[in-house]
């Protein structure tokens, strides 16, 4: 199996399967440079739900 990585909200840093628990991590990614780049992938489809025309909260 491929190795995974994922970000760690705690520690601010990549990590392997063996670090923090699932609970405080955001992946798993395919590469260090995907995990790397998660907040700024959360915060892109943040951005797209909040703004989809489907959805109405008015």
């Given at each position: 199996m491929a190795?995974?990585?994922y970000y760690c909200?705690?520690?601010?840093?990549v990590e392997s399967e063996?670090?923090?628990?699932?609970?405080d991590r955001l992946g798993p990614y395919?590469?260090?440079?995907?995990a790397t780049h998660?907040?700024?992938k959360v915060e892109q489809r943040n951005e797209?739900?909040?703004?989809?025309?489907?959805?109405n909260d008015d």
């Open positions: 190795e995974q990585y909200l705690d520690h601010k840093s063996d670090g923090c628990k699932s609970a395919t590469s260090r440079d995907e998660a907040l700024e797209a739900w909040d703004t989809d025309p489907r959805w």
